[in-house]
């Protein structure tokens, strides 16, 4: 938990800090990586460590959003609902919603949305927690790029997996190091 600690509070700072951010032209985005097995441990961590630290460091107004939410009211709420509930199409299950969330831009167009609400307030900060349950309907990098260029309010990720250097990272340690992502690991 204290490894835990460290990173968010690494994360934090230098989202709130714009002299690190705007003369690289990088945008405000990062990921704290987390062991897989302690999800149950960073979600704990969120109300008691993450957005105490979050105020201290000014963010006045945060969100935080579940991924698995957005998805889970999207499936719930689409019109292919009672073919992916069919366990006669259960082969075909995962890989129709799959298509369809990324067919939609699901995410990323609900990341943008959330932004967009949250742009005018002062010190915005965007919580992006149970990465875990896009797979294996989207991967995060993927989203990542199509919003990475519109970010305009920091977000912080709360991502399961590890990292190698400053911006490699594998989801779930169950893909294939990914070295695409233009965002920081903590």
């Not at 002299?19 to 897989?36: A, S």
């Not at 990465?131 to 991967?139: A, N, S, V």
Request: glycine content about 4%.
């Amino acid at each position: 938990m204290q490894l835990y600690d460290k990173k968010i509070e690494s994360a934090l700072s230098y989202l709130s800090d714009p002299d690190i951010l705007h003369p690289t032209g990088d945008k405000p985005i990062c990921y704290v990586t987390y062991d897989v097995e302690d999800a149950m441990v960073i979600n704990r961590m969120i109300d008691t460590d993450l957005i105490p630290q979050a105020k201290y460091h000014g963010f006045m107004d945060y969100k935080i959003v579940s991924v698995g939410k957005i998805i889970l009211d999207y499936i719930l709420e689409h019109d292919y609902r009672e073919f992916w509930i069919d366990e006669s199409k259960e082969n075909k299950l995962l890989q129709s919603i799959g298509q369809e969330i990324r067919d939609s831009e699901l995410l990323s167009n609900s990341i943008l949305a959330i932004q967009n609400e949250m742009k005018d307030s002062a010190h915005p900060l965007l919580i992006m927690k149970d990465l875990e349950l896009i797979h294996p309907y989207d991967k995060i990098g993927r989203v990542e790029q199509v919003i990475y260029n519109q970010i305009e309010i920091p977000m912080l990720i709360l991502y399961p997996g590890s990292t190698q250097g400053s911006n490699a990272r594998t989801f779930l340690n169950i893909y294939p190091m990914d070295g695409s992502y233009r965002s920081k690991n903590f």
